[in-house]
Each structure stands twice: as C-alpha cells, then as structure tokens.
C-alpha cells in the first residue's frame, strides 16, 4: 500500500508541478532510493526520456519518474531540458517547443542527389570512391517541405555503434538496424557556432580533398564543417557537426562565411573579436558519419551523428529569427 500511494503521490506531483524532463546520457540505474546500497529497479539506456520529479540532488541523486516506475538516478548521467522560453536575446525557436527526442515515426525520404558542376569539373552524387552510401546522404539536394524542432541534446545524446567500421559499408545489420529508425529525418536545432571551417583549408583538403566532393580542393567545391553547441562559450568536444555542402550553396548566394562572421565564436583557433554571442538555427537532414571516430577521441566533436546537408541557415538578430538569405 505504502508503495502504492508513493507512486500515485509522485504522479500527483508531476502533474501538479510541470515537472522537467531529461534525456539518459549515459546507462543509468534507476534505483529505489538515493544510494547504491539496493538492487536497481531497472536500467535506462542513453535516449531514453524520464520525468524529474525534484530538480534538487539528494548525495548526487534526483528523484525520477520512468513510465510507471518511480525512483532516484545519479544526476550526472541525465540532462535536464530547459523547459522553453519566449523569444528573447537567447534566440529561443518561435515555432513551439522543440522535441526532446527524435522519433522513429518521422518521416525519411530517400535522398535524391545529382551531378555537381563544380570549378574543379563534375562530381556524382556518391563522390568519386569511399563510403558511397554515406556520400549520397552527405550530397543529398532535396529539400524538406517542413523540419521537426528539437532540442541539441536530442541529436547529441542519441545512440549510435560503438566501434563500428569507418565505412557503413562494413557495418553489421544490427549495427545498421540501430541507425535506422531516424536517420534521415528533417530536424532544426539551435545552438551556438563554435567556428566555420571551410574544408579547403582542412588536412584533407592538403592531401586531396575528401571523396564525397570528388577530392576537390577550392572553397566554392568543398564543405563547410561547423561546430555547433549547446551553450555559449562551450568547446568543440562537446558539439555536434553541422555542414553545408557546395551542391545547396550554391542556391544560397548569401550563406557566406562574411555574413555568418557576427554569429561565429571562433575565427580558426583564435577568439572572433566580432562575435555577438546570438544563437543560431540549423535546418536540414539528420545523418552519421561513421568516419569520424576519431575527432571524438581529440575532442573535435561529441557525437557521430550531424545535420548533413543543412538546408536553411537562420540567425538571432536580438528580437527575432532572421533566414541567411535575407540578411
């Protein structure tokens, strides 16, 4: 009975209140109380979404609701989501609350490519070798008619294989099985841009440029590669990758490293003595790079997963949101 009337005193609460939610970032036990002394009630793997019923840690513990199970989890392991606010200097999204996770009943349009007549010649849709089916997502043209809005720590905290081969080629069904559900779906996201690398002045740029740009080496024929994170002033170790490709560029005139100056944290390695601190939002198709394990290791990046390519730029320019195009 005891047991009982804690669960439906917790719901109670959770309604009452307008209790948080937070996503698992890494597995997590959901236990009986605030402490490791007892069995655990079960395991959340990271992605998964739970209700915080006390915001306050008690010895590194917060009070949860996972479905019909109530319990404590070790705070460090969770990430609370702000709850959303109205538009402001911050650049909160004006179209509603972002979601806190992707979901699989999104829709995943087969990508629709072409051949890029690039100042280096042509390049097909699956680049010149390499890993040709993640080529064809990166050089993907179409455009979604309409994007779900989610929060950063949507992508970020989503799972992927671990260890698995740099080229998809090579991976599992399982493996594949796991990426699935959203890879492919049309997400916005918002955040902070930690630097606009142009991979013409990037280590593959010097050795030949990357496969799915035909290994070409001139800024107007090669990606741009964008730290975006979370929170303002954070490192590159804790963002995910956001890319422009040439094949969209250049139906975006504007979509300038100039333009983009203002919003950008970072000029190289080197602090922008022009940054605004404002956010910024990018829209396109979510994927994975599965060549990229290594920047993980090196603190470039915090995840596998990107918005590749981004098909809409748009910026905070102090009360409102301002597409790229139009700036």
Known sequence: MKSLQAF?????????????????KRNVNLRSDPSTSNVPIKKLTPGTQIDIVDVNAINGFLHAQSGADSGWVWSKNVQIQSAPATPSSAGSSTEGPPAIAISSAWDKPAPRDSIFHGDEGDCDGTG???DSDTNRRKNRVDVPDQYHPVAWSAINTFPFPQGAPRSRADWSQSQLDQIAPVEGVALSVE???YKVKVESSSVNAASGGESTNCHAHLANDVDWHMP???????GQNVAIIVETTPRLRQNHPNWTTARLKPWTAHNGNQNNTAYNHQKVRISGWLMIDPEHQDMINEGLRSTLWEIHPIT??????????????DQ
């Not at 005193?9 to 996503?23: D, K, P, R, Y």
């Open 312 to 325: 809409k730029i748009e910026v905070w320019d102090g009360s409102q949101w301002v597409d790229l195009d």
């Open 191 to 193: 955040g902070y841009l």
């Open 8 to 24: 439906v005193l917790s719901w109670i609460f959770v309604i009452t209140s307008g209790a948080q939610t937070a996503v698992v």
């Open 228 to 234: 975006l994170t979370a929170d303002d002033g954070e």
């Open 128 to 130: 010149d070798g390499g």
